[in-house]
């Protein structure tokens, strides 16, 4: 998909090019940094964990350089297949990108000196020493005070130093460490000048106005699930998938485009929930997700969406695999 609007900085012709694994636990504000980047909300967000399921592309070009950020899924303690397959992914974004960019998240109530996240501890032990690392920390607008900040720092910077391994001659160190609120975006400028400084050098990956490899209808589906997220609790916005059946572009100019959507469920009872008395549930749903796909579309739109049970989706192959949530084949 093309760009219409957002960031595009790079005037200068490209010299440096490369992926950016953002990569973190769920919910520090990884799909927010990328769309701070982009200056466009292009990545679903939302307050509850395991919100991004697939890797998401989004392209930023920064003076001379051509960043292709990879959004993943946060890495957690995967209870289902839907969520091995979700780690699974962030891992292969690990392995397969040039630069990594490793997202904690402030506390949000800070008592004195900030303490590391075990759970950031042991995924900085993991991160591969032969690509540069970003430590980019992030909600530091919760934070009044930004010197509470600095012990945090220094520690996160020793554990990285010492999980080298004794095989390791130098001790590791950060490539930078930027304090950043992805909310407000602020700091997120200097995200971009340190990733651009330690790309590898080389001509554009992708074309010049190319703002990520995600069809229009992939994100119609996305946005369906983000308005989901925001309208339901409890189990209800994990057991619930959803599908393009049918995207229509407009063949003529004043026509509007036509999108029909599955919203999977697993059980009769979310099946109820989301329709809601007399359909007020879905149609709150379809109100919202409409109003955001035609933002991005910047065209009229007419959403019909439908709810169906898929019984065990999130364990089985096959739907996972039809709903584009396996790891590696999902780009097919
Ligand atoms: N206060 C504050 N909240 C933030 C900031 N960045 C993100 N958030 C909030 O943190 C929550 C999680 O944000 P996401 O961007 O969805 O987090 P994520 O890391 O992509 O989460 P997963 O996709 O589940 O791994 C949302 O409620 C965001 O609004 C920030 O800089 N400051
Ligand atoms: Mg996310």
Do not use: C
Request: aromatic share 4%.
């Amino acid at each position: 998909m093309s760009r219409k609007s957002g960031r595009n900085e790079g005037e200068a012709s490209v010299v440096r090019a490369g992926t950016v694994a953002i990569i973190g636990r769920s919910n520090v504000g990884k799909s927010t940094l990328l769309n701070a980047a982009l200056e466009l909300p292009l990545a679903v967000v939302s307050r509850r964990p395991q919100t991004t399921r697939t890797p998401l592309l989004g392209i930023v070009r920064h003076g001379d350089a051509e960043i292709g950020f990879l959004d993943t899924p946060g890495l957690h303690k995967a209870e289902s297949r839907l969520g091995r397959e979700m780690n699974r992914s962030a891992r292969d974004a690990v392995r397969d990108a040039d630069v990594i960019l490793f997202v904690i998240a402030l506390p949000p109530t800070v008592k004195g000196d900030v303490r590391p996240h075990p759970g950031d501890l042991a995924l900085l032990r993991d991160l591969p020493s032969d690509k540069p690392v970003v430590l980019v920390v992030n909600k530091i607008d919760t934070l009044r005070d930004k010197r509470l900040m600095l012990p945090l720092l220094s520690t996160l910077s020793q554990s990285f130093a010492d999980s080298g391994g004794s095989e390791s001659t130098a001790e590791r160190r950060f490539a930078a460490v930027v304090p950043v609120s992805a909310r407000t975006v602020d700091g997120v400028d200097r995200v971009l000048e340190e990733v651009a400084r330690v790309l590898p050098e080389g001509g554009p990956r992708h074309d010049e106005d190319a703002l990520t490899d995600r069809p229009m209808r992939h994100f119609a589906a996305e946005y369906v699930r983000e308005a989901i997220l925001r309208a339901t609790s409890d189990e209800v916005p994990h057991a619930v998938a959803v599908t393009i059946d049918e995207y229509i572009e407009p063949s003529r100019e004043g026509e509007v485009t036509r999108v029909s959507a599955t919203i999977h469920v697993e059980r009769e009872g979310q099946k109820r929930i989301l329709i809601g008395e007399k359909g007020a549930m879905l149609k709150r749903i379809g109100i919202e997700a409409r109003a955001r796909i035609e933002a991005l579309v910047g065209s009229q739109l007419h959403l019909a969406l439908w709810v169906r049970v898929t019984e065990d989706w999130r364990e089985r192959t096959e739907s996972l695999a039809d709903f584009g949530l396996l790891a590696r084949a999902e780009r097919t």
